[in-house]
C-alpha cells in the first residue's frame, strides 16, 4: 500500500508504503514476547504490515533509556524482530527520551545513538523517537544552545536519523501531537512550523487528530496540519486506546475516520486496549479500513451501501471482526477433555500417552429426582454484537446499549402511572437485560479462557450494572422487595461503584455531562458585578495566583497587562467586572479603553500599528475552582459593551504561551484572532478583536 507524498500545494511528488498496524503504546504492563508473536500473525493474515515498539511501561524504553539491554533482553529482542520480519511485519523500535535528555549535550547524544546502534545491530532497521507527554520547559544548558524546545528536538532527532543511515522507516513523535494542544492553533503554532520546515523530509511525523482520544478526523484537518508539517503525517490512532480509565473496554468498529483520508496519510498505527485478546475488532476493523482505499483496491466485502462512506461500512467491518474473533473465543487454549463436547479434540501421535487414566469411568448420569446437569450454550456471534454494543467506543455507547438506556429513562420518568405500555416496556427492558446474562454466562464457559480473562472484569461490571438497574425497574413495577443492591442506609459494597475514584467523580460539577442524559448536580452560583476600588487587593491576589512564581519569585510585570491586573494601571470608568462566588471573588474582567497613554505613563512596550487599530486593552482571568467557562463568558459579555460606549473600534490582550486556560478561553469565543507583535517578547501572544 502507498501513500501519496505531496508539496505545500498538494502536487504529487511520489510514493511510499503506506504504514499500517499497531503501536503498542499505552502505560500500563506491556504485552508478552508471546503475545507480540501472535500479533504478527494476525497482520500478516489481515493485510497490515508494521509494528511500532513503544510501551510507556518499559523501562529501558522511557525511563531507562540511556541503559543498554543486557543479553538475555537482547535475545528476546532478537527474536522479537526475526518474528516479525518472518510474517513481513515492519519491526519499528521507539525510544523516548524527553523525560530527561539535555539536547544540547554531545554525551547524551552518544548516548542515544549507542543505545540504536545496539538495536540496529539485533536486526532492526526501522526506528522511532518519541517526545510525547513530557515537560516543555528547557534546561539552562539547552536555551542557551537552541531558540526553542522544537529546534532542540528536531536537531537531535535529525542527528539520529542521519547516523542511523536515513532508514527508510523514521518516525517522530512532536510534543505536540494534536491540534489540542498547538498554541495558539495548528496553522500559527511556532512548534510545528519549526517542525515542519526543520525536520529533514525523509521522517514521517506522527499525529493523533484533533485531541489525544479524537472522536473524529476529517480530511480539512488532515489537509491543514499536512501544510504545517510539509509532509503527510501518519496517524496514532488512540479510538480504542483505554489506560485512561481501567473500568473502560473499547470493542466498536474503526470509525469516524473516512477512506478519503487515506492517500493524505503517511499511514495509521492505532493504540489499542491494554488488554491484548479484545483487540481483535480494533486491529481487524482497521485492515478493513485500510483495504478500502478510493483507488478501488480488492476488498473483503462489498461496503457500498453505507451512506456517510461508500467504500467502508464500520457495521459490516464489525460483523467481519466478530466472526473472526468468535472462531478463536470457540478454540480451547486448554489441553483438550474428550468428555468435554464443546472441546475441540486435538490430534494424539500413536506414540504419546494419553494422559486420562479413568477412560472406564461412565459420565456422571442425574438420578430420579435430582437436578439437571448444567450444561453451558455455547457463545454466538450475537452474543460478541452483544458484548462490543456495551463496550464500544470512547464518545458513544453501542446500539443497544443506548436502548438500553433510554427505555431505562422512559421507565423511570414514567413510572408514576403505569400505562399497559410502561408494563410492556419494562418486559423489554427486563429480556434486554436477561440477554446481557445469558451472555455472560456463555463467555463464561468458553473454551478459549486467555480471552476470558483479559474480559472478565469488565463483563462482572457490566453484568452487576445491569442486574441493579434490572431490580430497580422490577420495584418500580410493584415485584418483589428493594433489593440489597439498591442503595439503601446501609448497602452492600456493589451496590455503590468505583471506591474512591467515583466518590470524587460524583462530587465534581462536570461529572455526567458525556452521559447520555445528562442530569447535572447543582454547581455554584456565579455573580457578575461592576468593580469598585475596594477589589484592587483581590484582583491582584488572583493576578498573583495565576502566575507560576520560579523558586519563590514573585514574576516580573512587564506587560501593560500585567501592570493593569497588578493594579499600577487603574481600570477605565464603567469597563472593570468582577466575578464572585460563595466565598468571595474568584475573576475579573478589565479593560483600558486609551492603551496608548497609558503604556506610555508606565513605559511598556506596544505596537504603534496595533493601537491604530485596537486601541483599548482587555484582560481576564478567573481562579481553577470555576470549572464552568460560562461565567468568565458573561463577565466578558458585560466589558466589551463597555468599551464599546467609550467610543473605542477595537481591543486587544496579551496572554503568554504558558497560560494555555486563557488562549483556549479567547480562541473559543470566535471573535478573537492571532496578530504579530514584534515589540513583545516571543513568549507573548496578542489576539484582537473589532467592536
Not at 203 to 220: D, F, N
Not at 295 to 323: H, I, N
Not at 541 to 561: D, H, N, W, Y
Amino acid at each position: 500500500m502507498t501513500a501519496l507524498d505531496q508539496t505545500k500545494d498538494g502536487t504529487r511528488t511520489g510514493t511510499k508504503r503506506f504504514i499500517s498496524g499497531v503501536v503498542e503504546g499505552f502505560y500500563g504492563r506491556p504485552w508478552t514476547m508471546e503475545q507480540r508473536t501472535d500479533l504478527f500473525k494476525r497482520e500478516q493474515k489481515w493485510g497490515l504490515n508494521s509494528y511500532l515498539y513503544a510501551p510507556k511501561d518499559d523501562y529501558k524504553h522511557r525511563m531507562y533509556w540511556r541503559d543498554l539491554y543486557t543479553a538475555q533482553e537482547a535475545e528476546q529482542l532478537t527474536s522479537l524482530i526475526s518474528a516479525a520480519k518472518e510474517h513481513d511485519v515492519d519491526f519499528i523500535y521507539a525510544i523516548s527520551p524527553g523525560l530527561d535528555i539535555t539536547f544540547s549535550s554531545p554525551r547524551e547524544l552518544a548516548a542515544l545513538k549507542k543505545k540504536l546502534d545496539q538495536v540496529k545491530e539485533l536486526g532492526c532497521s526501522s526506528f522511532s523517537l518519541l517526545f510525547d507527554d513530557i515537560e516543555t520547559e528547557m534546561c539552562p544548558a539547552d536555551k542557551q544552545a537552541f531558540s526553542s524546545f522544537a529546534h532542540a528536538q528536531v536537531a537531535v532527532t535529525n542527528e539520529v536519523y542521519l547516523h542511523l543511515g536515513e532508514p527508510e522507516t523514521f518516525l517522530f513523535c512532536p510534543t505536540d501531537y494534536c491540534a489540542i494542544n498547538c498554541t495558539p492553533n495548528v496553522s500559527q503554532s511556532s512548534y510545528l512550523q519549526t517542525v515542519g520546515d526543520k525536520l529533514l523530509p525523509g521522517i514521517h511525523i506522527l499525529w493523533t487528530g484533533p485531541k489525544v482520544v479524537s472522536h473524529q478526523i476529517s480530511v480539512e484537518s488532515i489537509e491543514e496540519v499536512s501544510v504545517v508539517l510539509k509532509r503527510a503525517p501518519v496517524i496514532w490512532d488512540n479510538i480504542h486506546a483505554n489506560d485512561y480509565d481501567p473500568q473502560r473496554l473499547f470493542l466498536g468498529p474503526y470509525k469516524d475516520r473516512p477512506t478519503e483520508l487515506i492517500p493524505k496519510l503517511g499511514g495509521v498505527l492505532t493504540n489499542p486496549n491494554c488488554e491484548f485478546y479484545p483487540n481483535v475488532v480494533a486491529v481487524h476493523s482497521l485492515a478493513t479500513w485500510c483495504k478500502c482505499a478510493p483507488d478501488g483496491r480488492t476488498k473483503d466485502v462489498d461496503m457500498s451501501d453505507e451512506d456517510q462512506d461508500p467504500l467502508y461500512s464500520p457495521e459490516k467491518a464489525l460483523t467481519l471482526a466478530l466472526t473472526d474473533w468468535l472462531q478463536e473465543f470457540l478454540s480451547s487454549d486448554q489441553p483438550a477433555d474428550p468428555r468435554r463436547p464443546s472441546d475441540p479434540l486435538r490430534k494424539v501421535s500413536p506414540d504419546e500417552e494419553p494422559m486420562q487414566t479413568d477412560l472406564g469411568e461412565c459420565a456422571y448420569v442425574r438420578g430420579p429426582g435430582e437436578n439437571p446437569l448444567y450444561t453451558a450454550e455455547p457463545l454466538t456471534l450475537e452474543d460478541l454484537k452483544l458484548l462490543s454494543d456495551l463496550f464500544y467506543l470512547p464518545y458513544e455507547h453501542g446500539p443497544t446499549a443506548k436502548t438500553m438506556l433510554q427505555e431505562l429513562h422512559w421507565l423511570k420518568k414514567n413510572s408514576q402511572d403505569k400505562t399497559d405500555e410502561w408494563h410492556s416496556r419494562a418486559q423489554r427492558f427486563d429480556h434486554m437485560c436477561e440477554a446481557v446474562v445469558q451472555m455472560f454466562n456463555r463467555l463464561s464457559n468458553a473454551p478459549n479462557r486467555r480471552i476470558l480473562y483479559d474480559l472478565y472484569n469488565y463483563i462482572c461490571d457490566i453484568k452487576s450494572g445491569v442486574g441493579m438497574a434490572r431490580a430497580y425497574v422490577k420495584l418500580l413495577g410493584g415485584h418483589g422487595r428493594p433489593a440489597a443492591q439498591l442503595m439503601n442506609d446501609d448497602p452492600e459494597p456493589w451496590g455503590f461503584r468505583g471506591g474512591l475514584s467515583g466518590e470524587f467523580q460524583r462530587m465534581l460539577p462536570g461529572h455526567g455531562n458525556r452521559d447520555l442524559f445528562p442530569h447535572p448536580p447543582t454547581t455554584a452560583v456565579y455573580c457578575v458585578r461592576p468593580y469598585c476600588p475596594g477589589d484592587k487587593a483581590d484582583v491582584e491576589k488572583i493576578f498573583r495566583e495565576m502566575q507560576p512564581a520560579e523558586e519563590g519569585k514573585v514574576p516580573p510585570t512587564t506587560l501593560l497587562s500585567d501592570g493593569l491586573s497588578a493594579g499600577q494601571v487603574p481600570p477605565s470608568p464603567d469597563c472593570a467586572f468582577i466575578l464572585e462566588d460563595g466565598t468571595g471573588a474568584c475573576g475579573y474582567a478589565l479593560a483600558v479603553t486609551d492603551a496608548k497613554s497609558t503604556a506610555a505613563k508606565i513605559q511598556s512596550p506596544v505596537s504603534e500599528s496595533l493601537l491604530k487599530k485596537f486601541p483599548s486593552l482587555v484582560t481576564v482571568q478567573v481562579l481553577p475552582r470555576v470549572l464552568d467557562p460560562s461565567p468568565a463568558k458573561r463577565m466578558f459579555a458585560c466589558l466589551l459593551p463597555a468599551i464599546r460606549n467609550s467610543g473605542s473600534r477595537g481591543a486587544f490582550c496579551e496572554l503568554r504561551h504558558r497560560d494555555h486556560r486563557m488562549l483556549d478561553f479567547y480562541t473559543k469565543l470566535g471573535s478573537f484572532r492571532t496578530v504579530q507583535t514584534p515589540a513583545l517578547p516571543q513568549d507573548v501572544v496578542t489576539m484582537v478583536t473589532g467592536l
